[in-house]
């Protein structure tokens, strides 16, 4: 079937009691069971749920996986990937321009479990080769990055690391299954904030896990019910409700991107624009290979704190507000915000400046988004 088909049907039977078309919420903690060791598949809500299974095969399907799990955040599921992948004495790699919680869980939780990890430009093969240690055991990419958009060979990378027992790990969180595929491209594990695109309404949080491999997929199923960071039966209706739209939802998000991007790089206040639909984007080329979208989310570079605190001041239709890949528009402050966790050091480092703004643009009628910014750059 095709992405709209699947994302609208796969995994969503209609319901068998009712012959309802929406999966039901089915909210509820245990299973009546028929006698011992007798029951319909059914038995606790932890280990099974039909709303969330639902979703969970959704996803599965569009991201051309064997299965998908869906846990209660995306930084729950990517915990999850953790316990999946590594152990004591084990390295990993990872994008250095990752999202803030991201850095945050790797770098002040993760690694006191005995693991190490090294961050590195991700679009620099060379740089990972030369990473790769013999008890490297994940690559961890994020592509596009969070804020400044780098974009990593997804699968380049993933031939370097599978000349060994490593996995790479793809956060598609940006593109969305219906922009980028990462399995497709050789990756072995994709990782979703459904908060974000997937959801597509800002009114959920959660996260989903999607594996190519039928091992690493048992053993994440048996993860997600041990450690019990599931996500709830309503979030999993609001998610698959949300996937339902998605492709038309990408399209207009992929537009109005395209067109903020072509107008903030004519603002002679941007001194830098990061958005990879734009030809002077060093990764352009690269993401017209491996992406069948742009999307919507870009950052530019005020040139100093001040500059950004005025501008971000006076902004009215556009959001200041944490998160992205809603219908509405969203403005934030990288630095203070999504990334405060990482050094300053190191935001200084990946062009994370005090002056660089990340927005991501909603599906309103651009026109208004624009008055709205213009209002904002007349006060710099």
Excluded: W
Excluded at 55 to 60: C, I, Q, T, V, Y
Excluded at 166 to 195: K, W
Excluded at 313 to 336: D, F, K, M, N
Aim: proline share 4%.
């Amino acid at each position: 079937m095709g992405f709209k088909t699947d994302a609208i049907h796969a995994g969503q039977e209609p319901d068998p009691s009712t012959g309802a078309v929406t999966v039901p919420i089915y909210q509820t903690s245990t299973y009546v069971q028929e006698g011992l060791g007798k029951h319909k598949g059914f038995e606790y809500a932890r280990t099974q749920n039909p709303t969330r299974m639902a979703l969970e095969k959704n996803m599965a399907v569009l991201e051309r996986g064997v299965a998908g799990y869906a846990f209660a955040s995306g930084m729950a599921a990517e915990t999850a990937i953790t316990q999946l992948l590594l152990k004591q004495g084990d390295h990993a790699v990872c994008s250095d321009n990752t999202y803030g919680g991201t850095f945050r869980l790797f770098d002040k939780i993760v690694r006191h479990f005995g693991i190490d990890f090294t961050y590195v430009n991700t679009g620099d093969l060379a740089a990972i080769e030369q990473s790769i240690r013999p008890n490297t055991r994940m690559i961890f990419i994020e592509t596009p990055t969070n804020p400044v958009m780098a974009i990593t060979d997804i699968g380049a990378v993933s031939a370097i690391a599978h000349r060994t027992d490593c996995r790479v790990v793809v956060d598609n969180t940006f593109m969305s299954s219906y922009f980028q595929r990462p399995l497709e491209l050789g990756a072995d594990i994709v990782v979703h904030s459904t908060t974000k695109y997937l959801n597509g309404h800002s009114d959920s949080v959660g996260g989903i896990v999607v594996l190519k491999r039928q091992d690493d997929a048992e053993r994440l199923q048996f993860i997600q019910n041990a450690a019990g960071a599931i996500l709830s039966p309503f979030d999993s209706f609001l998610v698959l409700r949300g996937i339902k739209t998605l492709p038309v939802r990408m399209e207009a998000h992929n537009v109005n991107g395209m067109a903020m991007a072509q107008y903030l790089s004519a603002k002679k206040q941007v001194q830098k624009i990061y958005y990879p639909g734009l030809p002077s984007h060093p990764g352009h080329a690269l993401a017209k290979k491996q992406m069948s979208g742009f999307g919507a989310m870009l950052a530019f570079d005020l040139g100093s704190l001040d500059n950004a605190r005025n501008f971000l001041s006076r902004v009215r239709l556009c959001s200041l507000a944490e998160s992205l890949g809603g219908v509405e528009t969203l403005i934030s402050h990288p630095a203070t915000m999504t990334h405060a966790s990482v050094p300053a050091e190191h935001r200084s480092k990946l062009g994370i400046s005090d002056g660089l703004v990340r927005i991501s643009v909603g599906i309103e009628d651009i026109e208004d988004l624009i008055a709205d910014l213009e209002n904002a750059f007349a006060a710099l």
